[in-house]
T-cell receptor
Framework: DAGVIQSPRHEVTEMGQEVTLRCKPI?????LFWYRQTMMRGLELLIY????????DSGMPEDRFSAKMPNASFSTLKIQPSEPRDSAVYFC???????????FGPGTRLTVL | SQKIEQNSEALNIQEGKTATLTCNYT??????LQWYRQDPGRGPVFLLL?????KEKRKERLKVTFDTTLKQSLFHITASQPADSATYLC???????????FGQGTRLTINP
C-alpha cells in the first residue's frame, strides 16, 4: 500500500498567488482530513470529508481557503490569494469512517514570500 | 476555554530508562484519546488509542493510561532506545468522533 500521497512536497510562491495542494487517500478509505501544522499553533484540523462530502469546515481560517473532493481518490486544498501567514506544513490524512486511527501523508511544506 | 497541554516541550532520557509523557486537557469530554509519533519532515504515525472506559492500554514497550477524573493521559516507553527519539503528540476527539484536537507535542530524545 502506497499510503497517503501528497503533492507537491514543497511549494514556494509569492504573496497573492493561487496555491493548490493535492492529496490521494489510501484506497478504500472513506474519510479524508486536511490539517495545517505550524510552530505557533501546532497541528490543526482544517476540514474533513466523509464519502466525498464535506462534514466540518469550521477549521478553515477564512474564505481564501477552499477544499474539494471530487471523487474517492482525490482531494485538493486551494488558497487564493496566498499570504505569508499561510506558510506552514499542510497534511492530508485518511481513515475508515468509525475507525479512529488516521493515516497521515508526508505533508506539503508551503512557503509564501 | 478548551485546552489540551503536553506539559513538556522537550524531554531527555537515558537509554534503557522509562520515558513518561503527560497530556492534560480542560473542558473536553473525550470518548477516547490517541497518541501519535512524528519524526522530522514526516507526518504523524498512529501509536495507540485508549477509550474513556479503559484505564490502561499496552502495545509492546508502550503503555498508555487515561484518567478521566484527572483529565490526564500518561504515555510510557519502557526500555527506551535512541530510535524512540521523536515528537509525540496526544490527540482527543472534540465533540465529534472524527474531529481530533492535537496537543503541541513533546520532543523526546533518548541519549545512548
Amino acid at each position: 500500500d502506497a499510503g497517503v500521497i501528497q503533492s507537491p512536497r514543497h511549494e514556494v510562491t509569492e504573496m497573492g498567488q493561487e496555491v493548490t495542494l493535492r492529496c490521494k487517500p489510501i484506497s478504500g478509505h472513506n474519510s479524508l482530513f486536511w490539517y495545517r501544522q505550524t510552530m505557533m499553533r501546532g497541528l490543526e484540523l482544517l476540514i474533513y470529508f466523509n464519502n466525498n462530502v464535506p462534514i466540518d469546515d469550521s477549521g478553515m481560517p477564512e474564505d481564501r481557503f477552499s477544499a474539494k473532493m471530487p471523487n474517492a481518490s482525490f482531494s485538493t486544498l486551494k488558497i487564493q490569494p496566498s499570504e505569508p501567514r499561510d506558510s506552514a506544513v499542510y497534511f492530508c490524512a485518511s481513515s475508515l469512517i468509525n475507525y479512529n486511527e488516521q493515516f497521515f501523508g508526508p505533508g506539503t511544506r508551503l512557503t509564501v514570500l | 476555554s478548551q485546552k489540551i497541554e503536553q506539559n513538556s516541550e522537550a524531554l531527555n532520557i537515558q537509554e534503557g530508562k522509562t520515558a513518561t509523557l503527560t497530556c492534560n486537557y480542560t473542558n473536553y469530554s473525550p470518548a477516547y484519546l490517541q497518541w501519535y509519533r512524528q519524526d522530522p519532515g514526516r507526518g504523524p504515525v498512529f501509536l495507540l488509542l485508549i477509550r474513556e472506559n479503559e484505564k490502561e492500554k499496552r502495545k509492546e514497550r508502550l503503555k498508555v493510561t487515561f484518567d478521566t477524573t484527572l483529565k490526564q493521559s500518561l504515555f510510557h516507553i519502557t526500555a527506551s532506545q535512541p530510535a524512540d527519539s521523536a515528537t509525540y503528540l496526544c490527540a482527543l476527539d472534540s465533540g465529534g468522533a472524527q474531529k481530533l484536537v492535537f496537543g503541541q507535542g513533546t520532543r523526546l530524545t533518548i541519549n545512548p
